[in-house]
C-alpha cells in the first residue's frame, strides 16, 4: 500500500532555510500537501501541489517535487521561532481515494 | 474561513466509562474524519463518513463507535474507555468534488483515560 515518510526532527538556526524532505511510494499520487501543527493546536494546509507541477512558491514557502524520485520538499527561507512546528507531508488522488495518506511528521525546531 | 470545532479541549475519563467526542464543522462539507494522533506515529484514521448516516472504518476502529446524524455533526464514541486509547484526537472535514482533498483541522481534544 502507499507509503509517506518523513524525517523525525529537524533543527536549524534563526535566519537560516529550513528543508523538509518526503518520500511517496505511489506514483499514482494526484496531489501533495504540507500541512502545519503547532503546539496544542489542529493541523493547518499551508500549501499543496499537484502532481503535474515541479515547483511551487508562496512567499517564504518553496515546495519542489521530484516525480521521478517521489521527493517532495518544503523550503522554509528565513525561518523564524513562530515556524517551529511539527509540518506533515501527506498525499492523496491514489486509486481514487480521497483520503490523504499522512506521513508522521517532522518536528522543526528553530533556536536563536 | 471553514471552521471545524471540537467539543473539549482536554478530558479526562476513567476506565470503563463511555466517552463522547463531538465535532461540528459550519462549511457544508460532506466528508468528516476522525484521527487519534500519537507521538512518533503521526495520524492514524479511526472512523471517517462520507454522508449523513454513512460511516466507513479507518485503519484503528476497534474500540471505538461513529455516529453522523446530521451533516455538521461527527460523534466519536468509546464505549468503554481504556488507558491504551489515552491520545489526542482530531477531527476534520473535507468536501467532495472540487478537486484536492484537503482536510480541515479542529483544534483537537486531549484525552487521558486513568
Known amino acids: 500500500g502507499e507509503d509517506v515518510e518523513q524525517s523525525l526532527f529537524l533543527s536549524v538556526r534563526e535566519g537560516d532555510s529550513s528543508v523538509i524532505n518526503c518520500t511517496y511510494t505511489d506514483s499514482s499520487s494526484t496531489y501533495l500537501y504540507w500541512y502545519k501543527q503547532e503546539p496544542g493546536a489542529g493541523l493547518q494546509l499551508l500549501t499543496y501541489i499537484f502532481s503535474n507541477m515541479d515547483m511551487k512558491q508562496d512567499q517564504r514557502l518553496t515546495v519542489l517535487l521530484n516525480k521521478k524520485d517521489k521527493h517532495l520538499s518544503l523550503r522554509i527561507a528565513d525561518t523564524q521561532t513562530g515556524d517551529s512546528a511539527i509540518y506533515f507531508c501527506a498525499e492523496s488522488g491514489t486509486g481514487g481515494s480521497y483520503i490523504p495518506t499522512f506521513g508522521r511528521g517532522t518536528s522543526l525546531i528553530v533556536h536563536p | 474561513d471553514v471552521k471545524v470545532t471540537q467539543s473539549s479541549r482536554y478530558l479526562v475519563k476513567r476506565t470503563g466509562e463511555k466517552v463522547f467526542l463531538e465535532c461540528v464543522q459550519d462549511?457544508?462539507?460532506?466528508?468528516m474524519f476522525w484521527y487519534r494522533q500519537d507521538p512518533g506515529l503521526g495520524l492514524r484514521l479511526i472512523y471517517f463518513?462520507?454522508?449523513?448516516?454513512?460511516?466507513e472504518k479507518g485503519d484503528i476502529p476497534e474500540g471505538y463507535s461513529v455516529s453522523r446524524e446530521k451533516k455538521e455533526r461527527f460523534s466519536l464514541i468509546l464505549e468503554s474507555a481504556s488507558t491504551n486509547q489515552t491520545s489526542m484526537y482530531l477531527c476534520?472535514?473535507?468536501?467532495?468534488?472540487?478537486?484536492?482533498?484537503?482536510?480541515?483541522f479542529g483544534p483537537g481534544t486531549r484525552l487521558t483515560v486513568l
Open positions: 476534520a472535514s473535507s468536501t467532495a468534488g472540487t478537486g484536492t482533498d484537503t482536510q480541515y
Open positions: 462549511m457544508d462539507h460532506e466528508n
Open positions: 463518513s462520507y454522508d449523513v448516516k454513512m460511516k
